[in-house]
């Protein structure tokens, strides 16, 4: 996108879905997955979504069911403009491969810490060694965890000094929320100046995520926050794609900040 498009695009409110999923039945499951699609969301009913709800540009995420099938992702953004993708790897992945996924439009690598029966050993070298080539692609790591979680792993992304994007406002721990260990790591964390939050996964989070939400914004004016819907809503197909922007316009009133976190945040992120 030129520069000077940019500029019209952020003068009439554009908006950018940080957060969303495309998929096929045809995809081979992961051994017992935590969820199991029996219908495929395709790049094209996304697209469709997309333009029915005026969101301009959208970065899909790669979904723990398919592990590091990345195939139909990386075939949905390449040559669209208007899309780009995190994708889940193993930790052997060769540096040439990232080479080849960034310029189809890979801006980062998704780990998904959460559900697992065992955590993965992420100080080992193999990691350490994956750290490093995501960091020299400029990308990020996309984390989803608990909030729990949060404490211990954070040191390690921030030690190896890259772009760190946390999932779903962090999914503090439910009892505790915002005086939790978890959040007040993550809002810690994000004055370093290199961590995101996304505004992602209110459905999932239920109706304290306006509070969390709101304090990450009163934490930060805005910054460092972009919105994503979560679409298809895997495990909770009732949701609405409507009901996400809805929330944010509920959680988020102020029309400046809440237009930071659907458009400028998001450019500045994943499409600059």
């Given amino acids: 996108m030129s520069t000077s498009s940019e500029a019209a695009k952020a003068q009439s409110g554009f908006k950018v ?5 495309v998929f096929t039945t045809s995809m081979p499951l992961r051994d017992n997955p935590r969820h199991k699609p029996n219908y495929s969301f395709t790049i094209e009913d996304y697209l469709k979504v997309l333009d029915e709800h005026g969101v301009d540009f959208a970065v899909l995420a790669a979904a723990s069911p398919w592990l590091d099938y990345n ?24 540096r040439y491969v990232l080479d080849l996924m960034k310029r189809d439009g890979i801006v980062g690598v ?64 439910p009892a505790e929320g915002i005086d939790s260990a978890g959040f007040k790591a993550l809002l810690k964390v994000l004055e370093n100046g290199r961590t995101w939050v996304k505004a992602s996964g209110h459905h999932r989070l239920g109706a304290p995520a306006t509070g969390y939400l709101r304090e990450l914004v009163r ?3 805005g910054e460092k926050i972009v919105w994503g819907s979560d679409c298809p809503f895997v495990g909770q197909e009732d949701s609405t794609y409507q009901s996400t922007l809805d929330w944010l316009t509920e959680a988020v009133p102020d029309e400046a900040i809440r237009q930071r976190i659907l458009g400028p945040n998001a450019r500045e992120l994943y499409f600059t």
Wanted: aromatic share 6%; glycine share 8%.
């Fill in 71 to 94: 195939d139909y992702l990386i075939d949905s953004i390449r040559g669209k403009a208007r899309l780009r993708g995190t994708v889940i790897l193993e930790p052997s992945v060769e």
């Fill in 110 to 173: 998704r780990m998904h810490m959460i559900g697992l029966e065992k955590m993965p050993d992420i100080t080992t070298f193999e990691y350490r060694r994956m750290f490093k080539r995501i960091a020299d692609q400029g990308w990020h790591v996309h984390l989803h965890c608990e909030g729990r979680d949060l404490p211990d792993l954070l040191p390690h992304f921030i030690d190896a000094g890259m772009t760190l994007v946390i999932d779903h406002l962090g999914r503090p721990d």
């Fill in 219 to 221: 934490h930060t004016g």
């Fill in 17 to 21: 879905d940080c957060h969303a999923h």
